[in-house]
């Protein structure tokens, strides 16, 4: 008997959790509704056949309670269960998954209009990479990373001179344009997630996996990393703004080209690439600490 009220008392506050509970998902800021709806789709599947398969085990230990002189019937076999479990299960499931497989069919099928944009994630920190006046991205090459070269562009790849570098520091995207991301990883795995964006993936070092999306609110919106990637994962955030088409291309006529950042370089200022190297390593070590210390 107690066990049944628990087993109901089970339901009860697992429904009522999610009716009145504080956290929920942050507002939507991209055109990727449809994966809200295929969760709740799931959340509402899942949640029934949770509330029925243990109401049901309620009912059961309290009907099928022990009693002096009652026999349990032996029945190993029930056709008609059996098949009528099968499709209600069949059903079910493939409710679950067909939503999914339509989201994903455009979530990897991205518009020709989209503007490319790589991401590069590493121990701990997130940087981007916008094409230049070309509208190409030049290839990049993880080996090609050093300190004047974050991202590892290569420079011989004449694509490659105009792109916007945006090492550690914020992204800015245009509201209304599709934007579809290149997301590299110059390490181990990481994962880019904007939770407003609803669109995440995970980073592979040696390849590049991509999705796209369309934001819709301008705004500041946090980065952070899906996928547990060392001792610093937990501070690895970043920041994406949404702008107006107007304050987004003021934004971009302040960035500095791949062709910018690495003329130092030629010109033989000695100084700089020890002390870039030094700050980020300081930045990390410091965040490191305060890890630590928790
Ligand atoms: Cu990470």
Known sequence: MAVALVLVLVVVGSVLFHLLSPWWWTPIASNWSYIDNTIIITFWITGVVFAAVVLFMAYCVFRFRHRDGNRAAYEPENKRLESWLTIVTAVGVTALLVPGLFVWSRFVNVPSDATDVEVVGQQWQWSFRLPG??????????????????????????????????????????????????????????????????????????????????????????????????????????????????????????????????????????????????????????????????
Not at 159 to 174: F, K, S
Not at 192 to 211: C, H, L, N, Q, W
Not at 258 to 283: E, N, R
């Open 133 to 294: 006046k070309d509208g190409k991205l030049g290839t990049s090459d993880t080996r090609d990373v050093t300190a004047d070269n974050p991202l590892g562009v290569i420079a011989s790849d004449p694509n490659g001179q105009d792109d916007v570098v945006v090492e550690a520091a914020d992204l800015h995207l245009p509201v209304g344009k599709p934007v579809k991301m290149l997301l590299r990883s110059i390490d181990v795995l990481h994962d880019f997630y904007v939770p407003e964006f609803r669109a995440k993936m995970d980073m592979i070092p040696g390849s590049v996996t991509y999705f796209w999306f369309t934001p819709t609110k301008t705004g500041t919106f946090q980065v952070l990393c899906a996928e547990l990637c060392g001792q610093g994962h937990p501070l690895m955030h970043g920041v994406v703004m949404v702008d107006t088409q107007q304050d987004y291309l003021a934004w971009l006529g302040q960035q500095q080209t791949f062709a910018q950042l690495s003329a130092p370089q030629q010109t033989g200022s000695a100084d700089q690439a020890p002390g870039k190297t030094t700050a980020s390593g300081l930045k990390i070590a410091a965040k490191l600490e305060t890890v630590g210390s928790r």
